[in-house]
């Protein structure tokens, strides 16, 4: 038996170990642990793309598996995480199942993505680990820093719902929104490439900036998905 070609399917389910778990936390009312398994499902998340191309490992079972696991922890995690964040916050009822929306918009995202070949260098629409991201980095945030403003956020309806449906639309859209994978650099630099270095550059900064001011350190990773998603839509009506 190759064992080798088993290497990528393994990190791929412990991306969904780590959102099946983080799920659990969130329920069990501990959504700082639920974000870590989170950002841990991020790092089995590259990894076994990185894997299957270093080692040849391609396989029409691992492409489903992969979708699967995104679907739990990066469509049904950050939702579990939103909803329980707004109970905390007192809002009852009907507003606390909106966030169950990401759910749904995240399997139509990665099933789009699945039958899409053209994305590779550029996605078609937020991808669901950026909108993850960007859900458990502000609860996350909230959490820590229960004075803060964002933290007022989410008692509003109002918040929850435009909140819920600007993820939800962005990540269905057809905004062209460049991937980070790097390929072997060839005679000329491209717009794309200039992009992906200066999103470098804006991590660096949002670092920076957030150590500066002694803010929780998610907040890093709320504010480069932000500008992230801000980059692609000024790139979207510059090139018109």
Request: net charge positive; with cysteine.
């Amino acid at each position: 038996m190759n064992i080798v070609k088993h290497i990528p399917n393994t990190i791929t389910s412990m991306n969904l170990l780590c959102g099946t778990i983080g799920v659990i936390c969130a329920l069990d009312g501990r959504p700082d642990i639920a974000f870590l398994l989170m950002l841990g499902a991020a790092v089995c998340d590259f990894s076994d793309g990185f894997s299957a191309r270093m080692l040849g490992a391609y396989s029409a079972i691992g492409k489903e598996l992969d979708s699967l696991a995104d679907l739990v922890s990066f469509g049904l995690l950050p939702a579990m995480m939103f909803r329980e964040a707004v109970l905390e916050a007192g809002l009852q009822g009907f507003w606390a199942y909106i966030p169950a929306a990401l759910v749904v918009f995240s399997a139509l995202r990665l099933a789009k993505f699945n039958v899409d070949e053209t994305q590779g260098e550029t996605f078609r629409g937020l991808a669901t680990p950026a909108c993850a991201m960007i859900t458990g980095s502000f609860v996350y945030y909230v959490r820590n820093t229960p004075d803060s403003l964002m933290s007022g956020w989410l008692s509003s309806p109002a918040f929850i719902v435009l909140a819920t449906a600007a993820l939800c639309a962005l990540m269905v859209s057809n905004i062209p929104m460049f991937s980070m994978k790097f390929k072997k650099a060839g005679k000329a630099v491209t717009p794309l490439y200039r992009m992906r270095i200066a999103f470098i550059g804006v991590i660096c900064v949002c670092t920076v900036l957030v150590i500066l001011l002694g803010l929780n350190w998610s907040m890093i990773i709320l504010l480069v998905f932000i500008i992230y998603i801000i980059m692609n839509l000024v790139n979207l009506m510059t090139a018109r």
